[in-house]
């Protein structure tokens, strides 16, 4: 593998776990420590990281705020938080293969060191400091809008910044300002700037303004649009009432940031509304992203809900502090997405004596109503497609089977390596030795180290089909396979076809069979529906399940159309983005 392409799979690792190790690194790209070392030095000149004892962690460009200080320490320090706490919002509400604009401001700044890690993104920006910072994501296409700028700033402005921004039309425009009022709507302190910020208001299909609380009855030099022009505000917990209702009167989504708790709602409605918890798995795993983004968008077409959303960050002990703030919050009713175990009854056994319905996202909850994978039949209808490719292309021959498996999050989830299994058996002669069993913790480097370490115990030239847990075994297996030059004797099956694997399917990658398709992005409107069934008292069924459909190059363009039209915006000018 050659140096550049070796360093973008480092990468890759990185921005998919926030970190990596050197003995990891060394197995999954094949290469020496003293090869690794000389590639962690020379992405850390580079700015991408910063070196670690035996490894490395995603660096971080100092802000200008950052760097100049501030002789008010405790203020600055209380904004910081009020600042990421925003910005880590702000970059929730964008999804991979998005085009977007960033406007540049210290909460933009900040949301940018955020979006280093999505997927696929188009930006375009005026600000050299964000234009930097997402470069670092070889996946990322990155544009200045060109213009003047001034000293002492950072961001471009003038007459040919404000041109192009008005030609644009993209699916989001992200933009801060310096006073929110009922009287003269978003307004700024800079005559240039302000010029900029209206064209952005123009350029977005969804317009998101970011800006701290005080900033909310505040009113700055120059107006820049009125407030029933932005689509979305995501401010503090601790904004003014009389600015958040001037702003729901006007239809303005709100989100309400707090330390650990966000608040979702807009008054379009009213009468009764409802205060409906989630508790996402992670904000780090494509899956669970979707899954959220999906309520989000069916909450808020419902039209009747307020959402509190936080984040269990796979972590048990987060999970039930997580499911003591929405009780405290007081949601009428709660969805749980959460893997461990040993945290289940404790948790309901606090919601019960809340006297909150639950929802189980995925994983079981004694006494919850269970909405997710179908596991079994997901795994069958994985294993029956594999054991035909083996069929048709091996003559059905298959030496290993390799299982791909992530034991922490208990049987249920695990029924989808059983289905695989028990579908091949009747098709494909399988002996119990030729069944190799391997922990992954469902990330994607534990994936490609698992099954990189398979193929070094399975003898060259014997075929191997790699089932998994999720779609991160699939790219890790086949990631490992690439390394190893294992192309012609090994196939892959994916449970979920995460966008990278529906990738990898446009590209009719030889090895890769399929995805059973869990279709997280619409999860929210048969959870928003049955938690609605369930706050007005009418019967709901104890477990529905999603639905789940084979992925192959041959249903792409009918089940994804909008990633064939990626493909086209791949090759086609920024101003042909879709509108």
């Known amino acids: 593998m050659k140096p550049n392409a070796r360093r973008r799979q480092l990468m890759e690792l990185l921005l998919q ?37 035996g490894g490395a962690v995603m660096g971080s460009r100092p802000t200008p705020q950052q760097e100049t200080g501030d002789t008010d320490r405790a203020q600055n320090d209380r904004h910081q938080k009020e600042i990421r706490a925003i ?12 085009i977007i604009v960033l406007a540049g401001g210290p909460i933009i700044d900040e949301m940018a060191g955020e979006l280093v890690s999505h997927k696929s993104l188009t930006v375009i920006t005026n600000s050299i400091l964000i234009a930097a910072t997402l470069s670092r994501n070889p996946t990322q296409t990155v544009i200045l809008t060109g213009g003047q700028l001034r000293c002492g ?12 921004l008005r030609e644009l039309r993209v699916q989001k425009a992200f933009i801060g300002c310096d006073g929110i009022s009922a009287e003269r709507g978003y307004t700024d302190d800079d005559l240039a700037s302000s010029e900029v910020k209206s064209a952005v208001f123009h350029s977005g299909r969804k317009v998101i303004v970011v800006a701290l609380a005080e900033q909310l009855g505040h009113s700055a030099l120059v107006s820049v649009a009125q407030l029933s022009e932005a689509h979305h505000l995501v401010t503090a917990d601790k904004a003014p009432e009389v600015t958040l209702n001037a702003l729901r009167v006007a239809g303005v989504q709100v989100s309400l940031c707090g330390e650990h708790i966000t608040e979702l709602y807009a008054d379009r409605h009213r009468g009764k509304r409802w205060r409906i918890g ?52 007081g949601v009428d009713l709660a969805i749980e997405y959460q893997q461990h175990e040993q945290t289940n009854n404790v948790m309901m056994h606090m919601y019960r004596s809340a006297h909150i319905p639950v929802i189980a996202i995925d994983i079981p909850l004694p006494g919850a109503t269970f909405f997710g994978a179908d596991n079994y039949r997901a795994g069958r209808i994985g294993g029956e497609a594999a054991a035909s490719w083996v069929n048709e292309q091996w003559n059905g021959k298959l030496d290993y089977v390799v299982c791909l498996e992530q034991p922490e999050s208990g049987p249920i989830p695990a029924a989808r390596i059983q289905g695989q299994i028990d579908a091949l058996r009747p098709v494909i002669a399988l002996t119990d030795d030729r069944i190799i069993h391997l922990s992954t913790h469902g990330d994607l480097e534990g994936s490609q180290l698992a099954a990189t370490q398979a193929l070094h115990d399975i003898p060259r030239g014997k075929t191997c089909l790699f089932v998994g847990i999720n779609a991160n075994s699939a790219l890790g297996a086949l990631a490992a396979a690439e390394i190893l030059d294992y192309r012609s004797y090994v196939a ?52 529905v ?35």
Not at 29 to 50: A, C, F, H, M, Y
Not at 553 to 579: C, G, R
């Open 492 to 543: 892959v099956v994916s449970q979920n076809a995460s966008a990278r694997v529906r990738r990898r399917l446009l590209q009719c990658d030889p090895m890769l069979i399929g995805a059973v398709d869990y279709f997280p992005q619409s999860y929210g409107i048969k959870v928003i529906s049955m938690a609605v069934a369930i706050l007005h008292g009418r019967p709901t069924p104890p477990a």
């Open 153 to 164: 700033r950072d961001t471009l402005d003038g007459h040919s910044t404000v041109a192009l």
């Open 278 to 329: 989630f508790a996402n798995l992670t904000e780090k795993q494509e899956f669970s992203v979707s899954v959220r983004q999906s309520i989000e968008r069916a909450a808020f077409d419902d039209g009747t809900i307020d959402l509190v959303l936080t984040d269990n960050e796979a972590d048990p002990a987060v999970a039930l502090t997580n499911a003591k703030g929405l009780i405290e919050a």
């Open 17 to 53: 776990s926030g970190s990596v190790h050197l003995p990891e690194l060394v197995q999954l790209l094949q290469v020496s420590t003293g090869t690794i070392r000389n590639d962690l030095r020379t992405l850390e000149k580079q700015g991408e990281l910063i070196r670690t004892h």
């Open 87 to 98: 910005a880590k919002r702000a970059a929730e509400l964008v999804e991979e293969g998005d």
């Open 545 to 579: 399940y999603t639905d789940h459909i084979l992925v192959t190059p041959d249903n792409m363009a009918q089940l994804y159309p909008d990633d064939m039209a990626q493909v086209t915006h791949l090759t086609a000018p920024i101003l042909a983005a879709p509108v």
